[in-house]
């Protein structure tokens, strides 16, 4: 059982180039996150998908884009980076039934530098 | 507009003393509060919760954090201090009612020196 992985750990881009972030968890959680942090900001919710087939915008949208694959996979899109999307990225999953809210589980990160 | 505080960026303990580390919130409606913990290069890990019932919850690695209504406060506490307590601990609060999303405190750096 690997919870949350992320790959890739580590990434260098140039400005304008694009990439993508994969996400996977094998824990059947319906709900996924994409998640920035910064330093003294806490963490910033970029994108999320409450369940398989849906996606909404979070607190900072604008940049990205996402794609739920499937119910394990959840991936963030930067289509043209910019040096302010240097960061450290990470996905997260939770369980979701109707009236009760789960605790949210993190994958290890990704540490992007756009330079 | 909700909220949650962490009023304290760095708390510095002595290893065998009890320590705190301070949340305080605003949110409407009920409030699902949770503590994380994050070591360095780490993702976040999860400690404790609070969703209703009992106002002292416990959590991983011996830590309890008491919810406090009428001040508004979700405290995570521990009475007796590790040094491998040293991490980044972040407070998060559940926005609203039907609304899953969890607002964020900055974090607070606990140090616990030998």
């Known amino acids: 059982n690997a919870g949350v992985t992320q790959t890739p750990k580590f990434q260098v881009l140039k400005t304008g180039q694009s990439m993508t972030l994969q996400c996977a968890q094998d824990?059947?959680?319906?709900?996924m996150y994409w998640y920035r942090q910064d330093p003294g900001m806490g963490l910033r919710l970029i994108y999320y998908s409450a369940s398989e087939g849906t996606t909404d915008k979070g607190e900072v949208p604008n940049g990205y884009n996402v794609s739920r694959l499937n119910k394990r996979e959840f991936s963030l899109r930067l289509e043209s980076a910019a040096p302010s999307q240097t960061s450290v990225y990470f996905c997260a999953s939770s369980h979701r039934t109707s009236g009760r809210f789960y605790e949210q589980y993190f994958g290890p990160g990704t540490r992007l530098t756009v330079t | 507009a909700q909220s949650v505080a962490q009023p304290e960026d760095q708390v510095n303990v002595a290893e065998g003393n009890p320590l705190t580390v301070k949340c305080t919130y605003s949110?409407?409606?009920?409030?699902?509060l949770f503590w994380y913990v994050q070591y360095p290069n780490r993702g976040l890990q999860f400690l404790l919760k609070?969703?209703?019932?009992d106002n002292l919850v416990k959590g991983s690695y011996g830590f309890e954090a008491e919810f406090n209504k009428s001040q508004t406060s979700f405290h995570l506490k521990k009475p007796s201090a590790l040094v491998s307590d040293s991490a980044l601990y972040f407070c998060?609060?559940?926005?609203?009612?039907?609304?899953?999303?969890?607002?964020w405190g900055a974090g607070t750096k606990l140090i616990i020196k030998p």
């Open positions: 609070y969703i209703t019932g």
């Open positions: 949110v409407s409606g009920n409030p699902y």
């Open positions: 824990m059947n959680h319906n709900s």
């Open positions: 998060a609060v559940r926005e609203g009612d039907s609304n899953y999303q969890l607002i």
